[in-house]
């Protein structure tokens, strides 16, 4: 399958930085080993992809205000049926939930952060986990930002102000890569 070589390339590249993020990781080569299609959300664990959304010129991330959880998040989510390279989900996704059109990978196409998040049930769905791929995404226009819908709406923050909206102990350590990267960036001046 070509979404499973895309996903097991990506996966085979990337480099845990814990412990728990090794068993997250683990169990992400397990979902595609087991044949099905890792995106499906049928199954109690599948792939979502996610973004952190930069202005490099400011040093601002964005976030978005995500009903369902109740929280400050970043921007993506799942792939829609026959989709299966994970950063062209990203990119519709993302541009969906913002409305920026000038969105690419930064510094590169690498996933930054993998994480097993937990879903509660809801709607139609039942409780369920995300193995989210986490990336992050610049814009030159922050400016032509705008929310898919009024009760998703988006914030630019600076990196100390979105850790300090956020609850989530995993988006707070996203974060803090996204601000590694923003420090060390080609070009910084500070």
């Known amino acids: 399958m070509a979404e499973v070589g895309l996903l097991a390339e990506m996966l085979t590249r990337y480099r845990p930085s814990s412990a728990v993020e090794a068993a997250d990781l ?7 080993a087991a044949g099905d299609d890792p995106w499906s959300r049928s199954t109690p664990l599948h792939v979502t992809v996610s973004a952190t959304i930069v202005h490099r010129a400011t040093r601002r991330v964005l976030l978005r205000w995500h009903a369902r959880q109740q929280a400050w998040l970043q921007v993506g989510g799942h792939a829609d049926p026959g989709e299966t390279d994970p950063l062209r989900v990203l990119l519709r996704e993302s ?9 690419t990978p930064w510094p590169d196409s690498s996933m930054i952060h993998l994480v097993i998040v937990p879903v509660a049930a809801g709607g139609h ?14 814009t ?10 009024a009760s998703a709406p ?30 060390h960036a080609p070009g910084n001046t500070r």
Request: aromatic share 2%; net charge negative.
């Open 125 to 138: 769905e039942p409780s369920h986990e995300h193995a989210d791929l986490r990336f992050v995404l610049q």
């Open 95 to 103: 541009e969906e939930e913002t409305g920026l059109s000038d969105l």
């Open 140 to 149: 030159r226009t922050p400016q032509a930002v705008r929310p898919e819908n």
């Open 154 to 183: 988006l914030r630019w923050l600076s990196v100390e102000q979105a850790r300090e909206a956020t609850a989530e102990a995993n988006v707070r350590e996203t974060l803090s890569r996204v601000e590694h990267l923003l420090e």
């Open 26 to 32: 683990d169990r992400v080569r397990a979902l595609l």
